[in-house]
């Protein structure tokens, strides 16, 4: 059990197209995802993929019941989802206020796909299937990106919806009850 250091924007090892996993039911695997949940709670995340603590495998972890930094957001269930696939399923498509923590303090508006299915593994290797809307939806296309070394910053809907997020917050251009990161 371990904080990791997360890796920030600028750092080229987030820009990695990371690796799939080819070994389940391992105890590093294990250990991997232990220490990446609990980096992610220690910094509120609403989720984690590995290569943003320097590990380039297809390792993906998301889930909260009531997260600070995302306090108007439903509960997503805690998931481990390794060598992931999404398939949209409608074209449309959902702007909102996104934000990483390998770029802390900052957000921006980014278009995602509303309505989504992703499938994939656990770390026992048993297949996932599951089908995922708006938030839900909004924070598998973001951690799965990351696999494929694609940060948030780089899908702007317009540079202009994109700053600090207390300025964004005390401007009322963010309207969330708590912006803390
Ligand atoms: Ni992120």
């Known amino acids: 059990m371990a904080i990791r250091p997360v890796l920030r924007l600028g750092d080229p090892q987030l820009f990695k197209v990371a690796s799939e ?3 389940f039911n391992h105890p590093e695997l294990d250990s991997l995802i232990e ?3 609990d980096t992610m709670e220690a910094a509120d995340g609403a989720g984690l993929a590995a290569p943003q603590i320097g590990i380039s495998l297809r390792v993906a ?3 909260f019941d009531c997260n600070p930094r995302y306090p ?3 509960t997503v269930p805690k998931t481990v ?7 949209p399923l409608s074209n449309e498509k959902e702007e909102d206020w996104e934000g990483c923590l390998s770029v802390p303090g900052m957000r921006g508006i980014v278009s995602r796909y509303k309505h989504i299915r992703y499938s994939g593994f656990n770390a026992s290797g ?3 299937d599951i089908e995922a809307d708006d938030f839900h939806a909004r924070v598998v296309q973001h951690e799965c990106d990351h696999l494929d070394g694609i940060i948030y910053t780089q899908r702007l809907t317009d540079p202009l919806k994109f700053g600090f997020t207390d300025e964004l917050f005390s ?3 963010l309207s969330r009850e708590d912006c803390s990161e």
């Open 126 to 128: 048993n297949a996932i």
């Open 35 to 37: 220490d990446m949940f």
């Open 171 to 173: 401007s009322g251009q």
């Open 81 to 87: 989802l390794i060598n992931p696939k999404i398939t």
């Open 72 to 74: 108007d957001q439903n």
């Open 21 to 23: 996993v080819s070994e």
């Open 61 to 63: 972890i998301f889930g």
